[in-house]
């Protein structure tokens, strides 16, 4: 029996760090369009950006760094372009992008890419999950291999929606989305009411 060994090869413009390093609403809008990729195990997952959601930084008070600088917030002032992940409840996985000085962008959806079909990934919970992401992945650099963001596709203003994010209390309008290219199950919930 011959053994071989198979090395994962991925040509993709990534995104360069420098790219995260602005106004966390602009990074929010820029992010919708652009591809999550994941790699783990040989197997590649990814995802084309459709929602998300800003938090400014220490002043914001849904920010978690409006807290202060602890150890779970720490990455929030590193460097931009790195990852922050947390557990919501103690069982739900958020995946965020820091933008640096105590802000970053949360994804909050998916369309489903390639690994993903028919899987949800509406929702940031479910979009973690289906990608295989754990909390080791925090403060990861997203430039690079194994969690990564790629160039995807422009998405025209006239195409994004902007509105307050969902369960804050502020009604600072710093979510955005992509109606037409929400997974579908959402689009049928929303037209059911």
Known sequence: MKVYTITLQVAVNTLPLSFHARDPVKV???LLGMDLVHLARGRMRSGRIVETEAYLGP??????SSKGRTPRTEVMFGPPGHAYLFLVYGMHLCFNVVTGD????LIRA?????????????GPGRLTRALGLKLGLNRAPLDRPPLFL????AVPSRHVEISPRIGAASPLKRRGF???AQPA??????SAR
């Open 59 to 64: 002043h914001d008070l849904a920010c978690h």
């Open 178 to 180: 992509v109606p037409a």
């Open 102 to 105: 105590g802000a970053a962008v």
């Open 150 to 153: 790629a160039r995807g596709v």
């Open 110 to 122: 998916l369309a489903p890419g390639e690994g993903l079909e028919g899987v949800r990934t509406d």
């Open 28 to 30: 929010a809008r820029a």
């Open 185 to 190: 199950r959402r689009r049928a919930r929303k």
